[in-house]
T-cell receptor, first 114, second 113 residues
Framework: NAGVTQTPKFQVLKTGQSMTLQCAQDMNHEYMSWYRQDPGMGLRLIHYSVGAGITDQGEVPNGYNVSRSTTEDFPLRLLSAAPSQTSVYFC?????????????FGPGTRLTVL | SQKIEQNSEALNIQEGKTATLTCNYT??????LQWYRQDPGRGPVFLLLIRENEKEKRKERLKVTFDTTLKQSLFHITASQPADSATYLCALHRGSTLGRLYFGRGTQLTVWP
């Protein structure tokens, strides 16, 4: 199993541009989520999904959209990038909504918005 | 909202010693507390989970304690090695199916030979 994969690994955008961060998992996990990690702060939840077709907002959802058309994929869309969205983005998955299930993180996407 | 503090940003210890990292929280008592390891440029890796009704959990050289009275978890690495050098994150959850995992900022551990 490849686990959780993310592309791209690095990305530079100009303010106002849009892009999609890709996330995929091959473990047939129900629960997937997106976090951002900023210096001096803990990981913060952006959006999450409890299954195909079901998504909800986390702590910092503004400026981001998600969809979950398949179990495997959970892309994160930035509609109009802003410098405040410069961060490292991690996708994570776990088998179910049970918090006792192990959560697996992807390798991250480092995004810079100029 | 929940607030989590990890004792210090950096901890330096000599190889062979026991490293002890602290995670303190405020507000509600979590149902679960988790510890992760994160290496530079990589995603966090799950290490251990401890439930509110458990006092201690062990896995090889790792030990986690959970004191709901002190609102604190301690993470110990015994016989530490340079390969244990990384940032360690604590995270907690209230236990409901909805809601989220709150992460601390992490403690960077350096084990020197």
């Amino acid at each position: 199993n490849a686990g959780v994969t993310q592309t791209p690994k690095f990305q530079v955008l100009k303010t106002g541009q849009s892009m999609t961060l890709q996330c995929a998992q091959d473990m047939n996990h129900e629960y997937m989520s997106w976090y951002r990690q900023d210096p001096g702060m803990g990981l913060r939840l952006i959006h999450y999904s409890v299954g195909a077709g079901i998504t909800d907002q986390g702590e910092v959802p503004n400026g981001y959209n998600v969809s979950r058309s398949t179990t495997e994929d959970f892309p994160l869309r930035l509609l109009s990038a802003a410098p405040s969205q410069t961060s490292v983005y991690f996708c994570a998955s776990r088998a179910s909504m049970r918090w006792e299930d192990t959560q697996y993180f992807g390798p991250g996407t480092r995004l810079t918005v100029l | 909202s929940q607030k989590i503090e990890q004792n210090s940003e950096a901890l330096n210890i000599q190889e062979g010693k026991t490293a002890t990292l602290t995670c303190n929280y405020t507000n509600y008592s979590p149902a679960y507390l988790q510890w992760y390891r994160q290496d530079p440029g990589r995603g966090p890796v799950f290490l251990l989970l401890i439930r509110e009704n458990e006092k201690e959990k062990r896995k090889e050289r790792l030990k986690v304690t959970f004191d709901t009275t002190l609102k604190q978890s301690l993470f110990h690495i015994t016989a530490s090695q340079p390969a244990d050098s990384a940032t360690y994150l604590c995270a907690l959850h209230r236990g409901s199916t909805l809601g989220r995992l709150y992460f601390g900022r992490g403690t960077q551990l350096t084990v020197w030979p």
